[in-house]
């Protein structure tokens, strides 16, 4: 930094420790928190709502509010997430994969704490590289192209050979109809209708909020109601220890180049726009997956080192994404083409005058964002003793609030019913995933990156036509996510003593069993999938086809591996499903069900009761509308599952749950609420029968 910007960083400081703007930072990072605990709801909402109020306040004022709210939405996004198996946001699904584990062996105050401090280290890193390297990125960001974001994105996609764990046959096919998933919806290319199901509500592709919630929310708290437990049962003092929030904190600082990297990447994916944030937090994981020693052995089984590395890149990308937009007014991401609104707001102009005559302004940023984590980290620990008790609840006194919040968060997706029939198929989907051990990552990360390898592929191939790919950092990116994909079978080759042992040990009888009858859905599914598509333009079919092609391969071949090798070498845990102690101790990388001491006619006895429920919360919605639907489903729940509950905590849980709903989503939010049968009955609730 030269003597200016030193300047300007002081001024920004001095201007920021005003008692005024520091009260409306305050304010927005409780409101980020909240909102990052809702989930699903996100800070997206947050922040449009407070962008009319910062009209009459000075730059310094309207940054530190809605950067104080925007910065620390990622730091309650793992409180649900490590408590009850629900991501906050699509950023911190992967912290599902370790904290829940945690919590559930009584770890809940330690998984918190350290995602608490891995999140304000990595929100403070990355707001410290925006600050020393926005006047040097922006030249660089200017080479960046269409090519470099499509090798980015492949490389993304690449991850789904480590987030398959020991199952990499059945990852990349969820893979590839993740990818496929992403593609539903009018092609950008020639506005061919795709895989739509003649429903408006599909044209512009399922959105990501109700997926993600559906694929891990949802079998969580079936899991949940399934079992008839708390989440940490009988370890309600460890689970709210101090002593846990101590070792949490110590966990961070030993893990310090962890956090670091980790926030690195972070704030690198961050400055990308185009790359979702969504994808942040399982790159990061898989990269410390990789890294990191003995991982291998320990990741997705409760190790804090992957809630530490999922935490500190999801927080860390919001000071990365503040560079495209500060630099040359392109938006890393939703919540930051907000923040533009407001520097039109202000007169103030993205490019070259923010790192000149308004460098004091951009320094104000950096400290917003700086100052919100460390106040959001803060605000958490006071309160963690309380979330951890959660943990310890019975399920009768956490699902219901916990379901009624899901089916609002899904609802921001398109505010459409369509959101909750995405909830509920998905739902069904990602429990039948994690009962019959098929990896749910790969299947998100292909919904994510889908669409932008697509958009970019073709944009290079028009803009550079075949010398795109010729472009050094192309070839670089490109090498690395080749070596990826290809890493699990060399892998399994070496484990085997060489590619000829490993073709061995077929035999001709099949091994038939009941949870095949899932590869038969899914050769359903890629079957319609890919007779729909051979209809359409040649622009519109020719990825989806490539794609759906590869899918069938994989699966088939994953399916011969499962029918036909040996009964001691049988299942699909490596390349070649050989079952070696080396092989065995590969990650799963997904939660473990927690039904195994069940028979399998109550888990699914149990099972059909809980989606029975959803289905009932959604007829009851459709019925007469989302609030009062809210307390009626409380006392039902509470009072006719197994686990009766006293009518002392039926009657404040109902009554709280619904003015909480009421004063929050409806009058401060006021979102529009689905249609109801009954509108014309009840006035504040006109509407027809729900369609899609």
């Known amino acids: 930094m030269d003597v200016s910007m030193l300047d300007s960083a002081a001024k920004a400081f001095v201007m920021l420790m005003d008692p005024f703007r520091m009260s409306l930072l305050f304010l927005g990072v409780i409101m980020g928190l909240v909102l990052g605990i809702l989930p699903g709801i996100g800070g997206l909402a947050g922040t449009a709502l407070l962008l009319p109020f910062t009209f009459n306040m000075d730059p310094y004022a309207a940054m530190a509010l809605l950067l104080g709210l925007g910065a620390t939405t990622a730091t309650g996004d793992p409180i649900p997430a490590i408590l009850f198996g629900v991501p906050g946001g699509a950023g911190s699904a992967a912290t599902v994969l370790d904290g829940l584990p945690m919590a559930k062996r009584g770890e809940a ?3 918190l704490s350290a995602a608490y401090m891995s999140s304000m280290m990595g929100g403070i890193f990355g707001a410290a590289l925006m600050a020393v390297l926005l006047p040097v990125l922006r030249p660089a960001m200017l080479y960046i192209g269409s090519p470099e974001l499509l090798a980015f994105a492949v490389l993304g996609i690449s991850m789904v050979a480590v987030l398959s764990g020991s199952a990499p046959l059945r990852g990349l096919a969820a893979g590839c109809i993740g990818l496929m998933i992403s593609m539903v919806g009018s092609d950008p290319q020639t506005g061919t209708l795709r895989w739509t199901l003649d429903s408006l509500y599909l044209w512009e592709g399922a959105p990501l909020v109700p997926i993600v919630l559906g694929l891990f929310a949802l079998p969580e708290l079936a899991d949940l109601a399934i079992s008839r437990q708390s989440i940490a049962p009988g370890s309600k003092q460890l689970a709210t220890s101090t002593a846990g929030m ?11 180049w962890l956090v670091l990297r980790c926030s690195w990447l972070g704030a690198t994916l961050g400055a990308i726009p185009g790359l979702s944030g969504a994808i942040v937090d399982w790159l990061a994981y898989g990269h410390a997956l990789k890294t990191e020693k003995g991982a291998a052995l320990t990741f997705g089984k409760g190790d804090v080192r992957g809630v530490i590395a999922s935490e500190s890149a999801n927080n860390a990308k919001e000071g990365g994404a503040l560079i495209p937009t500060i630099a040359f007014g392109v938006p890393g991401s939703a919540g930051m083409a907000i923040l533009l609104g407001a520097f039109l707001i202000h007169g103030l102009v993205p490019g070259p005058d923010m790192l000149t005559k308004n460098l004091d302004v951009t320094y104000a940023m950096v400290w917003s964002v700086a100052l919100a984590n460390v106040l959001g980290a803060g605000l958490c620990y006071v309160f963690s003793a309380q979330f ?10 956490i699902l219901p609030a916990t379901l009624s919040i899901i089916y609002i968060g899904a609802f921001q997706g398109s505010r459409n019913w369509g959101d909750l029939y995405t909830l509920l198929a998905f739902g069904l989907l990602g429990w039948a995933m994690k009962m019959l051990k098929w990896p749910r990552p790969p299947l998100l990360l292909g919904c994510v990156l889908g669409e932008v390898v697509e958009r970019y592929l073709f944009i290079s191939i028009q803009r550079y036509g075949i010398e795109w790919f010729s472009r050094p950092l192309v070839m670089i990116i490109f090498a690395f996510a080749f070596f990826g994909l290809l890493r699990p079978l060399l892998q399994d080759i070496k484990i085997h003593g060489g590619l000829r042992n490993m073709l061995t040990g077929f035999h001709l009888k099949p091994n038939w069993k009941a949870d095949q009858l899932f590869y038969v859905f899914l050769f359903a599914v890629l079957g319609y999938m890919m007779t729909e598509a051979s209809t359409w333009n040649m622009h519109a079919k020719i990825v989806p086809m490539i794609v759906g092609s590869v899918a069938g391969v994989v699966l088939a071949i994953s399916l011969f591996n499962y029918l036909f090798r040996k009964p001691e070498a049988a299942g699909d845990v490596g390349m070649a499903g050989k079952v070696t102690e080396e092989i065995e101790q590969k990650i799963h990388m997904d939660l473990e069900a927690t039904t195994d001491h069940l028979d399998t006619w109550t888990i699914m006895r149990r099972a059909a009761m809980f989606f029975g429920w959803l289905v009932a919360f959604m007829g ?9 639907t809210v307390p009626i489903f409380v006392v039902a729940f509470m009072r006719l599952e197994e686990t009766k509950e006293r ?6 849980q109902a009554v709280l749950l619904t003015i909480f709903v009421y004063v929050l989503f409806d009058q ?3 979102i529009p609420w689905p249609q109801t049968l009954l509108g014309g009955w009840f006035p504040a609730l006109k509407g027809v029968i729900p369609s899609v």
């Open 109 to 111: 105050s330690r998984a």
């Open 246 to 256: 101590v070792q949490g904190a110590r966990d961070c600082f030993k893990h310090w």
């Open 388 to 397: 951890a008790r959660l943990a310890t609840l019975r399920y009768t006194l």
């Open 620 to 628: 009851s919605m459709a019925t007469i509308g989302l609030i009062p």
């Open 647 to 652: 009518w002392s905590l039926v009657i404040p």
């Open 668 to 670: 401060l939010l006021t």
